[in-house]
């Protein structure tokens, strides 16, 4: 085993104290990182909740589902002829207001259902299977 010169002492908090930026930075952008995942899983069910609820023929229950899914958002609904789609947008903010914000948009589209008496799924006046 080889002894230690006293040029050698201090080296270790020396590499620290070079490296510790580095490290911190890493943490940073994996915070971030973690931050805008967490609001795309946000906004995919907030795009979803609205999408069926706007299918079902509530428009307005769709919206409120989405802003309680993910507070802040816009939610834009549009139909055709067979399918609603709902775009919902939002602005993240990682590390606070001083770091660039990024937009997250995610979309569904869901089938209209048929209205009219009987069409639903869950009436069960008929006869059991």
Avoid: I, N, Y
């Avoid at 903010?93 to 770091?99: A, E, F, I, K, T």
């Avoid at 259902?113 to 069960?124: L, S």
Wanted: proline letters at 6%; aromatic letters at 2%; glycine letters at 8%.
């Amino acid at each position: 085993m080889r002894a230690r010169s006293r040029d050698e002492r201090g080296m270790v908090t020396a590499e620290l104290a070079a490296c510790l930026p580095a490290l911190l930075l890493v943490l940073a952008v994996a915070l971030s990182a973690v931050s805008v995942v967490a609001a795309k899983v946000r906004v995919q069910d907030a795009a979803r909740e609205a999408a069926r609820a706007a299918a079902r023929g509530d428009a307005a229950t769709g919206r409120r589902l989405a802003a309680q899914a993910a507070p802040g958002a816009s939610v834009v609904l549009s139909s055709g002829s067979d399918d609603v789609t709902a775009v919902v947008s939002v602005r993240v903010h990682p590390m606070g207001p001083w770091l660039p914000t990024f937009t997250v948009t995610e979309r569904a589209v869901a089938a209209r259902e048929p209205v009219g008496a009987g069409a639903g799924a869950g009436d069960m006046t008929g006869p059991a299977p």
